[in-house]
């Protein structure tokens, strides 16, 4: 026993040592104190060592109190509902569940609808019941995914519990603060002080936070130190500005350009291209705008780019065609705008160059340059010797960089386009990129457009930006994409990925739809063996799990 | 009503084998050979002790009252159900009418049985008023002083190598390492001295637990000694001490308290799980009687036991306590209502009169290791590596023994109390206290943390 209970007094101790010392040695060696050496002493020591041990056990007090922890902060928000309180504990139960592949069997997967659980208990502002939050942190803790959310719902005992436990060192790095508050803006001391004495991540925390309500005041914070902070410190510092990027940040930015650090040079030069009003973004302008222009004297090959559905058969009239001449040279001035020199190994260096001067040249630049055209027509345009997957590509990651949703749609195209499941011009990956540009209904109508067109199989990734709970005509499409697939007599595990999502995803609403899906289908003679039931089984899980969202949702307070 | 005169016919018994190699093994087994203390009960229970390859027999015992069809139960792990142990237990029953006299069931086949009719008699929502005498009282008392023999033989043996181990000194333990006290065990199991062999195991480990092992190893050895000289003087020893002793020693005991009716709150349930055997350990307040007594209920390696009681419900049921002084075990008799969820708690005390009631529990059982306490405003605080429980309101505070400082039910404590009191019941003993469940301060539901 350590610190803990005195045994009852001195004397009882000289005793109880005395005992020790000599079963230690053996009666042998030494007789015990007050009795007589001889066969007998073993059992003499013992009895005096029974009567010592009951004694100092019966003798026990409590220890003194160590310091006590300063009382958790109140948690203002009102407590769970009792049966949301109780799905909590069972989707934490669920946690180490089966991982990876084989059969999924019928019952759902609570662990995927933690994060939903999560968000719509955030949207209501529930204060979490206190003796979960050990297991609310233990799966934060192992997905990173999760971490926003559940640490959000556990407030601030959490980070009063995670400061007692190491294993939960992470909420409070993730943390503003670590769950100190932050000082106010106005505390001009507090605020230097923290910013010259802080750790790193509260140091960002500070920054981000003063950048959000004060910009002026956080790029003055900055500038006090910028010079003698490190580089990946200043990369990081320089990214938190991200977030409510202004027309004010520009100089700083400027001057950041300058920087000793190539990292901090391009973060900047990313920075101010996403202003369209920025220096950088004209001088841009103008760069690119040399490299692309319409050629009207021009005839597209035949067949080069497939973009001119438009054309007549054997028409011989001249079509514009925008005609590419990417730079020569890198130029100094390129080079501190954040133009990367040096072409990744199997890239020619002017392409290379040309998608870096497209990407960062504000869009607008376009239809003023292009002769007036809107970005659809401009993305319809013919491009001259295979430049159009480069040129398209370019504008694909600016219209990502400066969120425009008009020049997105224009690159997205129409979603049943032949070409727009195949191999085009435009990659899946940037596909769901420019999708999140879009407002939410349009995003899920141009998915739900697609999958109807191509099915499923490249669906995924698309799916995955869509707006949780899904649009109806996005859950629609879904649902009759599964069903074909179902009929064309596949398993269903090709369609896992899909079929996971749509069990997260799709409006519980429709539970009652899919109902006529869950019978096992008569087997078609090319299906695969068995299939039929596999087929049954995961549509019943897909509608369990959406009968479980529904009562979920149902259990924090109503639809 | 005669049953015991009903035997099966081998046939019977064979048709319930699961398959034609657990029907030829289960023949193999039928025979007298490798079974000992076998018996069968008024209640239609038949068990005994089936020697394996093992050191330790396996437990078999078969409950034939239901109509529904023979239950059986068994320690060894085959998967098999029934297995070829209880179907050669069955043979040898429906054969040998010597092999397997009539007789009191031991504790570890009663308990499973009792608990078996206790549920099929609430499903058919009738009480059985089976006459239950023993047999023959004389062939028991037999019994009974044949196994005394037995175990005070155990105890003079254990007494001797204590004497051993003392003559040459504590030091010497540490080097012969677990293989003497497993041997020392298996004698004592082969005395019928569980209790004694349960302990003597223990120590084994006690070299291997770091600093100050020597004064664990002379207080286990200490109070092994006392409990083998309370056996061997139990005669002279007032009534309830002695029948602590005959429990401690691991002799078998019927509840035969007189029944206490209340509103039993369950406070805690935890399982403790060795290779052979399950242990449930279920803690209820009484609600009137403002007593804690203490359920067991077992299941065979990798079952659950029988008995399922959650935290936080309260039953209307009759309790019967074991015999011994000090000694909170009770079994649960006629239940009036199904549990339920109730408000109960039980009342709290501070830091000091836990430790006081531990101290004052050792005088009726000097072996206890811990006794159940609930505290009331007390604050779960770090103290350097380990926690502690600390009275809110004075200078005093109770250390978390080391195995509840690794549970995960520490950590729900403390979130729970957020640097606030809480109530929190637990067993409190020498080593420290062992957090079962707790409330808040303010309105809420008990928090189970084991």
């Known amino acids: 026993m350590t610190r803990t209970s005195a045994p009852a007094d001195a004397p009882g101790a000289d005793v109880w040592e005395g005992l020790v010392t000599t079963a230690l040695l053996g009666t042998d060696r030494r007789t015990p104190p007050g009795t007589a050496p001889g066969p007998d002493a073993p059992a003499a020591l013992l009895d005096a060592a029974a009567v010592e041990t009951v004694r100092r056990r019966a003798g026990r007090r409590p220890a003194r109190a160590a310091e006590r922890p300063q009382p958790a902060p109140e948690d203002p928000r009102p407590a769970l509902p009792p049966a949301a309180a109780r799905r909590l504990a069972m989707l934490l139960a669920d946690r180490p569940g089966p991982s990876g592949g084989g059969r999924r069997g019928a019952a759902p997967d609570l662990t995927e609808l933690l994060p939903q659980w999560l968000a719509v208990a955030n949207a209501r502002g529930f204060a979490p ?11 934060a803790r192992g997905r990173t995914d999760l971490r926003p959310a559940a640490l959000e719902f556990a407030g601030s005992r959490a980070l009063w519990l995670a400061r007692l436990n190491p294993d939960w060192r992470f909420a409070l790095r993730a943390t503003p603060g670590g769950g100190a508050a932050l000082p106010h803006p106005e505390d001009d001391e507090r605020v230097q002080q923290l910013w010259q004495e802080g750790l790193f991540a509260e140091r960002v925390a500070l920054l981000s936070a003063l950048h959000s309500r004060e910009p002026a005041a956080a790029r003055d914070l900055l500038a006090t130190t910028w010079a003698t902070e490190r580089a990946e410190d200043r990369l990081m510092f320089l990214d938190s500005l991200r977030a409510g990027l202004g027309p004010d940040d520009e100089p700083f930015l400027e001057q950041a350009l300058a920087d000793r650090s190539r990292n901090v040079r391009a973060t900047a030069a990313e920075l101010l291209s996403a202003l369209p009003g920025s220096a950088l973004a004209a001088r841009m302008a103008v760069r690119a705008g040399a490299c692309v222009a319409i050629d009207h004297m021009r005839t597209a090959q035949p067949g080069g780019t497939g973009a001119e559905d438009a054309e007549p058969a054997g028409a011989t009239k001249s079509t514009p065609t925008i005609a590419v001449e990417a730079p020569h040279e890198c130029d100094p001035g390129m080079e501190r705008d954040g133009v990367v020199a040096k072409a990744p190994a199997g890239r020619g260096e002017r392409s290379w160059w040309l998608g870096q001067l497209v990407e960062a040249a504000p869009l607008a630049t376009w239809p003023r340059r292009l002769g007036g055209r809107t970005p659809r027509e401009i993305v319809a345009l013919p491009v001259a010797d295979d430049w159009q997957g480069e040129l398209h590509a370019a504008w694909c990651r600016a219209a990502v960089r400066q969120r425009d949703a008009e020049w997105s749609r224009a690159l997205l195209g129409e979603p049943s386009a032949p070409d727009a499941g195949g191999p085009g011009a435009v990659s899946l990956a940037e596909r769901a990129k420019l999708l999140g540009t879009l407002d939410a209904a349009e995003r899920a109508e141009w998915v739900a457009g697609f999958i109807a067109a191509h099915g499923l199989s490249e669906a995924f990734q698309l799916l995955g930006v869509c707006a949780v709970p899904w649009a109806a005509p996005l859950g629609r499409a879904v649902v009759d994409a599964l069903n074909i697939a179902r009929d064309a007599g596949s398993y269903p595990w090709s369609f896992s990925g899909v079929m996971g999502l749509a069990e997260r995803c799709l409006d519980p609403s429709e539970a009652s739809r899919l109902d006529a899906l869950l019978a096992v289908p008569d087997e078609p003679e090319n299906a695969s063996p068995g299939a039929g039931g596999y087929w049954a089984e995961a549509f019943q899980r897909l509608v369990t799990t959406l009968r479980l969202r529904a009562a979920m949702t149902e259990e924090l307070g109503g639809a | 009503m005669t049953q015991q005169g009903v035997r099966w016919t081998a046939d019977q018994v064979l048709a319930l084998a699961p398959d034609a190699a657990s029907r030829k093994a289960g023949c193999k087994l039928g025979a007298a050979g490798p079974w000992s203390e076998a018996g069968s009960s008024d209640e239609r229970t ?8 093992g050191s330790k027999p396996y437990q078999t015992v078969v409950d034939i009252a239901d109509a529904a069809g023979p239950a059986y139960k068994c320690s060894c792990p085959s998967r098999k159900f029934p297995c070829k142990h209880a179907l050669g237990l069955l043979l040898l029953w429906a054969a040998d009418d010597a092999a397997v006299p009539p007789g009191q069931a031991p504790e570890w086949a009663e308990e499973w049985a009792a608990g078996r009719r206790r549920r099929a008699e609430k499903k058919a929502g009738e009480i059985s008023g089976a006459p239950s005498g023993s047999a023959d009282p004389e062939a028991a008392r037999r019994r009974a002083e044949r196994r005394a023999e037995r175990v005070t033989s155990g105890a003079v043996e254990l007494e001797q190598r204590l004497a051993d181990l003392l003559r040459g000194g504590l030091a010497t ?30 120590l084994g480990a006690i070299p291997s637990t770091g600093a100050g092992w020597p004064v664990r190893l002379l207080e286990e050895c200490a109070l092994l000694h006392l409990l083998g000289q309370g056996w061997l003087r139990r005669e002279r020893l007032p009534d309830g001490l002695a029948a602590t002793v005959r429990s401690r020693m691991g002799l078998p005991a019927s509840a035969d308290g007189p029944p206490l009716r209340d509103r039993w709150l369950v406070l805690a349930q935890y399982d403790a799980t060795d290779p052979r055997l399950t242990t449930r350990r279920i803690w209820l307040h009484g609600a009137d009687s403002h007593r804690t007594v203490l359920l067991l209920s077992y299941g065979a390696a990798g079952r659950a036991p029988e008995l399922a009681l959650p935290v936080g419900l309260a039953l209307e049921a009759e309790v019967s306590a074991y015999p011994g002084s000090g000694q909170p075990r009770v079994a649960l008799g006629e239940q009036f209502a199904p549990p339920a969820p109730a408000a109960i708690r039980p009342p709290g005390m501070t830091t000091s009169r836990a430790a006081a009631r531990y101290g004052d529990a050792l005088r009726d059982d000097p072996w206890l290791e811990s006794v159940p306490v609930t505290l009331d405003r007390v604050v779960p605080a770090p103290d350097g590596g380990s926690w502690q429980l600390a009275d809110a309101d004075e200078d005093a505070a109770l250390p978390l023994t080391p195995a509840a400082r690794s549970r995960p039910g520490l950590w729900r404590l403390v979130a729970l109390s957020g640097g606030a009191p809480v109530r929190v019941f637990g067993e409190y003993g020498h080593q420290g206290f062992t957090p079962l469940t707790a409330w808040p301060e303010g309105p809420g539901d008990a928090v189970a943390l084991c």
Request: proline residues 6%; glycine residues 12%; contains cysteine.
């Open chain 1, 129 to 139: 019941p206190p003796q979960v939050l050990p297991a609310l942190l233990d799966a």
């Open chain 2, 173 to 202: 333990a540490e080097q012969s390492g677990y293989g003497l006290w497993e041997e020392t065990a298996a004698r004592m199991v082969d005395a019928q001295a569980q209790g004694l062999a349960g302990r003597v195991r223990e």
């Open chain 2, 46 to 53: 038949v068990w005994g002790l089936c020697k394996g390859s």
